[in-house]
């Protein structure tokens, strides 16, 4: 799934995934080195997968006994049918930016899940808009356990830990049409991220694959020069420096998962306490007990990635007008924002 946008393929019924083995893998049956590396599978299903010649090794089918060995290249394609789970409505507050007949703009807090999946069925935004909102338009989402869901009024999301403008469409028309802008960006997204180290060009652009990291398939990795990976463009403009870390502008000129972490990280700037992406560690600064402890009482306040969808510039999907959306930095982001303006 995008960062931004849903991608297509999530509702294919097969899921292909692409390993190459480390160098140092000891020699161990396929099938269980698989349940180690794909996310939400069982042992049965990999091993019916080998029965069904759906797992290649250097190109070459193999049974679920077979052993990997280092630098084998790995190619498993899944299938199952999927099953419907039903979305409960839950009194959740959220907060509306904008509201008319045709499209609702919602500033999502940090720490709520965009849409119910694997491991997280409750408390999401959707859970919430189903409470809030009566017959919104629905397609279908492919989750990576393989259950159908139901994705009502939703084009696009941002991550759990990311804060910002999410637009929700109201009808059947609108829904397609918004969807439309987003596959044909005939729109402007801007975020805010807080990133370790300065960067010395005032701004740039990071052309770079991003795909499902090959030995990680739960987090995302860049592939540059390399055809793995989808296509991704990010603009980066630098708004203040300060002593460590960076304030910067970004614009996505393609929406995938992870987009701005991946890129940023691929420029050698991971965003602060970004956990999965190693920004939750000291990167630059002072080895001192005063210097540590300032950090950390940064990561305190600002328990997430330091980064924020602060706005979103769309056409309206039924009037002939240009929607300019917004949301102010969150009390976090700017807490913290403003220790390193004073540290500085």
């Known amino acids: 799934m995008s960062e931004d946008i849903i991608d297509i393929e999530e509702k294919e019924l097969f899921e292909n995934h692409i390993i190459t083995v480390d160098k ?41 006994n077979y052993k990997v060995k280092p630098f084998d290249n790995i190619s498993v394609l899944l299938h199952s049918e999927p099953r419907e789970i039903d979305i409960i409505a839950e009194n959740i507050p959220i907060e509306i930016v904008f509201e008319d007949d045709y499209l609702c703009v919602i500033n999502k807090k940090p720490g709520m899940v965009v849409h119910p999946a694997y491991g997280n069925y409750t408390g999401t935004l959707v859970n919430a808009l189903m409470y809030h909102f009566k017959n919104l338009p629905t397609s279908k989402t492919k989750l990576s356990n393989n259950k159908l869901l139901d994705r009502p009024g939703l084009v696009h999301r941002i991550d759990k830990n990311t804060s910002g403008i999410i637009i929700v469409a109201k009808t059947e028309v609108a829904m397609i049409k918004l969807a439309k802008c987003f596959f044909d960006r005939t729109l402007n997204r801007q975020y805010i991220a807080l990133v370790w180290g300065t960067i010395k060009e005032n701004e740039g652009t990071i052309n770079c694959n991003v795909g499902r990291d090959l030995r990680n ?128």
């Open 24 to 64: 140092g893998q000891a020699l161990l049956r396929i099938d269980k080195f698989l349940m180690q590396r794909v996310a939400n599978t069982t042992r049965s299903k990999i091993q019916n997968a080998c029965d069904a010649q759906s797992v290649l090794v250097n190109g070459k089918a193999v049974k679920s």
């Open 217 to 344: 398939r739960k987090i995302m990795a860049p592939f540059p020069n390399s055809d793995i990976g989808k296509h991704a463009i990010t603009h980066y403009k630098v708004i203040e420096r300060f002593a460590f870390v960076t304030l910067v502008e970004c614009k996505l000129e393609t929406g995938r998962t992870h987009q701005i972490r991946i890129h940023m990280k691929h420029l050698g700037h991971p965003l602060f306490n970004d956990a999965e992406y190693g920004g939750d560690k000291i990167l630059k600064g002072h080895n001192t007990a005063k210097y540590k402890q300032f950090v950390q009482n940064c990561f305190d306040i600002l328990p997430r990635q330091a980064l924020h969808a602060k706005n979103l510039h769309i056409p309206h999907p039924i009037k002939d007008t240009l929607c300019q959306f917004e949301s102010p930095l969150p009390n976090d982001m700017s807490e913290v924002i403003e220790k390193w303006r004073a540290y500085s």
